[in-house]
């Protein structure tokens, strides 16, 4: 399976806030071990792909704060395939930095690029729409995602609708819905030609970089002028005047929604996207009341909530239901399990008492 043109990019640099109080600037959930395997998110991308790719094909991207954090949990990585963005700037520009320093690399790439902080059910048929996606990628100009077949009406999830080619593995796609509300992701699931967005992409280097060039161009311009610093000791240098000049888009938004060349391979190897505790909730195992706890609890008169707490601390609780209750030692939050858009407001509200909060 292994080739020498191809590469994998994880995108390691998001800040996590649907996993606060957990989840904190200074470790984001893609570095914490949220399923209790002594393994961290991060580290388990790497572990999906390591005997699919040769160890100099993998480049993490990542945010500066978190260097020290990829280089001590990827030991086998080199601090020359940890491409460091010196600011947050959304999947736009962490693809296109990636994808600039690849071309330098390997101007023959072909590339697969991952996010770091979802779960693979059945490895074996997710490789296989891999593989179906690879090969599909070797014609120029296509942009290649992997979406997976709705079993619910989620809507943390966004959705690809493509055109329904009978006996084509790699479909057209029509168009891209980030995060419906409830009602449009029912209308969705009972369509038949939705799949859910792994955020999975494949891709010839030079069929990105030539949609960058078209639908990005400004962005595409300054990381144009870095392909003299890409591997020097003036890299980083660099990117911190890039990245004041790029704008804060994701590559959905900024590029697959605007490209005619966009195509998707259905997959059905079970996956979620932990971007929530709702998510984490809805794999972890539960009682009988759908609870799922980790730690200690004492129940009363209590259904379908999620509650984590450190070691040592019993919880006791009556009387709640649909409820988070996660205990990160110095923040105890307590809110509805499907309060994710009360989190950014939360998290601006802890900073007004003390940083170390958030």
């Known amino acids: 399976m292994k080739e020498k043109d191809r ?27 949220l399923l209790g395997t002594g393994r961290t998110l991060l580290q388990m991308t790497y572990d999906r792909y390591v005997n699919h790719f040769e160890n100099y094909q993998f480049i993490i991207v990542t945010n500066k704060e978190y260097f020290a954090l990829v280089k001590d949990q990827l030991p086998d990585i080199s601090e020359g395939q940890i491409l460091v963005e010196p600011m947050q700037r959304n999947t736009a520009a962490s693809i296109a930095l990636a994808s600039y320093k690849i071309q330098k690399l390997n101007p023959n790439a ?9 779960l693979i059910f059945n490895e074996n048929l997710f490789f296989e729409s891999i593989n179906k996606a690879m090969e599909g990628a070797s014609s120029s100009g296509k942009l290649i995602t992997i979406g997976i077949k ?5 809507t943390d999830f966004g959705y690809i609708q493509f055109f329904p080619e009978a006996g084509q593995p790699i479909k057209k796609v029509k168009t891209f819905s980030e995060k419906p509300d409830l ?31 078209k639908y ?3 962005m595409a311009e300054v990381f144009e002028e870095g392909e003299v610093y890409f591997c020097t000791d003036k890299e980083a240098e660099f990117l911190i005047k890039a990245y004041s000049f ?48 980790k730690g200690q609890a004492m129940l009363y008169e209590t259904s379908n909530c999620f509650i984590t ?3 040592r601390k019993l919880v006791v609780v009556q009387g709640l239901k649909d409820y988070l209750i996660s205990d990160s030692e110095d923040v105890l939050l307590i809110c509805k399990l499907d309060a994710n858009s009360k989190y950014k407001e939360y998290i601006s509200d802890a900073r007004k008492i003390d940083e170390s909060y958030t």
């Open 110 to 118: 072909k590339v697969l690029v991952s996010p770091s902080d979802q």
């Open 150 to 154: 709705p079993n619910r009406p989620d």
């Open 7 to 33: 590469y994998i990019v994880i995108l390691a640099g998001g800040l996590g806030i649907n996993f606060w109080p957990s989840s904190r600037r200074q470790r984001p959930k893609q570095f914490l071990d």
């Open 216 to 218: 990005l161009p400004d």
């Open 309 to 311: 707490v450190p070691p």
């Open 246 to 293: 790029i704008k804060n888009i994701s590559i959905d938004h900024g590029v697959f929604e605007k490209s005619n060349e966009v195509f998707v391979v259905l997959g059905e190897f079970g996956w979620t996207d932990l971007g929530s505790w709702q998510n984490l909730y809805d794999i972890s195992e539960k009682d009988q009341e759908n609870n799922s706890v």
């Open 183 to 213: 009602e449009l992701a029912m209308a969705f699931i009972e369509s038949g030609d939705f799949v859910w967005n792994t955020g999975t992409f494949v891709w010839k280097n030079e069929s990105i970089i030539q949609a960058f060039v």
